[in-house]
């Protein structure tokens, strides 16, 4: 998750680089994909980590996964679900500054 989040970040960075340049295509990054691709495989980077937790969870409780893999899988769910929960409040922090903004 946080190579998607870094990629996001990179895919941002150099959108915002060629906006400032003449002749830049703004919507998408020197790899091709646009920033909202970029945000979405990140999500879905989220969703498959935090459901890798919960099926070795579900491992671990009929005794069919090692104690290291289950530590392993968790502390990666709990890892994304944090830099999701950030993410989330930057987001609604922003447009809360936008609607303050005088018009």
Avoid: C, W
């Amino acid at each position: 998750m946080v190579a998607n989040v870094s990629a996001a970040l990179n895919a941002y960075a150099s959108a915002a680089s060629r906006a400032v340049q003449p002749g830049g295509d703004e919507t998408e990054d020197a790899h091709g994909l646009s920033f909202g691709a970029v945000l979405e495989q990140a999500a879905h980077g989220a969703i498959g980590s935090l459901k890798a937790g919960e099926q070795m969870t579900a491992k671990a409780a009929v005794g069919k996964a090692d104690l290291n893999d289950v530590v392993t899988a968790v502390t990666n769910a709990e890892m994304t679900l944090q830099t999701v929960t950030a993410v989330r409040d930057k987001v609604v922090n922003a447009y809360q500054e936008i609607l303050r903004m005088p018009i």
